[in-house]
């Protein structure tokens, strides 16, 4: 039977533990409010600048820009958001695995990786791939020139003929509880397929400026707020996904406390009877010596 100070120490790590793990908690909770504030704070305008990209790209040549030119797939691009850190379940992983799946998926095509998070850098820098760009995480207060920047990189890596498309794969917020790993396409550009019936709209504009000029002020803005939005949901997915681990480590830690001190008690009593009974043997022992 375990020593009775072997176990309380026990309780006492797990304790600390369990502390850690809920300051850990309320820390991904406050990160994960900062970053949905961001993200309805910006809705309104990425809503508009989308619909008003599917609006006008449905009534131009595809050639107007570069960023909607279709070419033959020769090469392919991949851009991998994780997170920097682990102690948020299987978030990281289910990314990583979804991702290995496409490059498995795609076979001898050639596939350029572009890793956003050190954990999925690492993950296939250990299986011999070697990233074309690969940058940190970008936290919930970083400038919007930052996020600017890297979608720049990622058009610049597109339009260079590098890559004939770029896919994302990230960890969709679906809410609190659910994030699920999720593939979209980023490049070329491509107007949303219509859902139902929609208000009648003409069929012929008359643009001022150009199409040429307005395109190349607006798709690169929505391709920015495309990307500003990607991070921003692949942030809030995290810190979900380490405030529901945290929360079940905690209470895993009290289940163990609670195993630890029922432990405990069973052998301070058990002490306490053996020593009963070595005195009642010794005072028995005492009596019939008088006798």
């Known amino acids: ?147 600017r920047s890297v979608a720049r990189r990622i058009a610049d890596w597109f339009l260079s003929g590098q890559v004939d498309e770029v896919r994302v794969v990230y960890g969709e917020f679906v809410n609190v509880l659910v994030q699920r790993p999720r593939v979209i396409a980023l490049l070329p550009i491509a107007p949303e397929k219509d859902e139902g019936p929609k208000p009648a709209e003409p069929t012929d504009y008359i643009f001022e400026p150009a199409p040429a000029e307005l395109l190349s002020i607006l798709l690169p803005k929505y391709l920015e707020h495309q990307v500003y939005h990607i991070l921003l949901e692949s942030l809030a997915s995290e810190n979900a996904a380490r405030m529901n681990a945290m929360t079940q480590a905690a209470e895993n830690a009290e289940e163990m406390i609670k195993q630890l001190t029922l432990q405990a008690n069973k052998i301070r009593q058990w002490t306490i009877t053996k020593e009963l009974l070595e005195i009642a043997t010794a005072v028995e022992a005492m009596r019939k010596a008088r006798d």
């Open 1 to 147: 039977m375990q020593n009775l100070r072997a176990i309380r120490r026990k309780i006492k790590g797990v304790s600390n533990l369990r502390k850690i793990m809920q300051a850990m908690k309320m820390v991904a909770a406050a990160r994960l409010r900062r970053v949905q504030d961001r993200v309805l704070s910006g809705k309104p305008y990425t809503d508009r600048i989308r619909n008003l990209v599917n609006r006008l790209a449905r009534h131009l040549p595809r050639a107007e820009h570069p960023l909607l030119v279709r070419r033959p797939i020769q090469r392919r691009g991949l851009v991998v958001v994780t997170g920097d850190k682990g102690l948020c379940g299987a978030y990281n992983s289910n990314i990583i695995r979804t991702a290995q799946a496409l490059l498995d998926q795609n076979g001898e095509d050639p596939t350029e990786l572009f890793i956003i998070g050190k954990k999925a850098y690492d993950y296939f820098q250990r299986r011999g791939y070697r990233p074309t760009h690969w940058r940190s995480q970008l936290p919930a207060t970083a400038a919007f020139s930052e996020f």
